[in-house]
């Protein structure tokens, strides 16, 4: 067994939970990023393509309760990603009977509350399965899979062999789509050399490397405006190397963006040299703050996240809170300075 393994089932037992249900729900946390949706769509086509080669029908929903980021419309297969309300009303007999759908699968999300909505489609599931990278996993499913690497997208290779089908070329753009967005385009410490064998074995069933990476991480002229408003408008804490920036709805509707517009800008901002910590708040519409932390050796921000009841990674982790930004930063000084 790994030695990163944890939780209650094996990738091998996964893939006979799947080939024993006839109705499959796919869903990711909201606020979805590429290793969340590259993840969903591998993993559809791979069951896809299992029952293709052994002639089973089987009815495969990926469900998101958020907007998408606008990249993704620059891929094709975008459109089978459901909007949750949509799916209520397309399957509003199942929750109005109580009729179960056999499995309820989640990739790449930490715990249930990240589900939204979707949670209650889990409530209609015979069982549930949670597949994931994240060290700050709650293990929220009746069958949990964490694994410690890069992303799950990477975590995802494995379940080929075992369901013993090709690497098409489509499975391959997915999975890299979520290897590249955890790794920060392979900048981050989390890539190791078992990433680089899985890339190269994507590379050869025919994914476009190139194509996936201009993407992801194409800079839009409002991005370009709102990153010099936010280098122009950060904080730095000299003493801890800690840079932050909070932007406001009133700040987002001056400059004409939207949330898909600051993807990033936590890693941004610890590019600034010198720095060892930085922290990217953004106001929701509902009012609740959302922050994004990330590190470089001496912080474990994982466990600063996990203070307002987020987390995720050692050195990239999230949450999501009803407290003001000074609070924020008040609680973030308490724990810097221990």
Known sequence: MNKNYRGNI??????????????????AHINPDGDALGSLLAFYFMIDEYCKKNNMEKMIKIVVDDKL?????????????WDY??????????????????LFISLDCANQERYERAAEIKKLSKKSINIDHHVSNTEHADFNYVEDICSTGEL???????????????????MYLGIINDTGNFRHDNVTSHTFLVCSKLIEAGMNNHKIANIIFAVSEKQVDFIGEVYKNKKVDEKYKFVSYYLTQEKMKELGIEKDDTNSTSEMLLKIEGMEISLFVREQEDGLLKGSFRANDKYNVNKIASIFGGGGHIKAAGFKTDLSFEE???????????
């Open 328 to 338: 924020i930063l008040e609680k973030t000084y308490e724990e810097l300075g221990k």
């Open 156 to 174: 995802l290779y494995q379940f080929l062999k075992i369901f013993d089908i090709e690497l098409t070329k489509k499975i391959a753009e997915y």
């Open 69 to 81: 980021p606008k990249y993704m419309r620059h891929f094709e297969d975008t459109g089978l990603i």
């Open 85 to 102: 309300e949509k799916f209520c009303e397309k399957f509003k007999k199942n929750f109005q009977n109580n009729e179960k759908f056999d």
């Open 10 to 27: 094996l990738p091998k037992e996964i893939v006979n939970e799947v080939k024993l249900s006839k109705s499959i729900i796919l869903t």
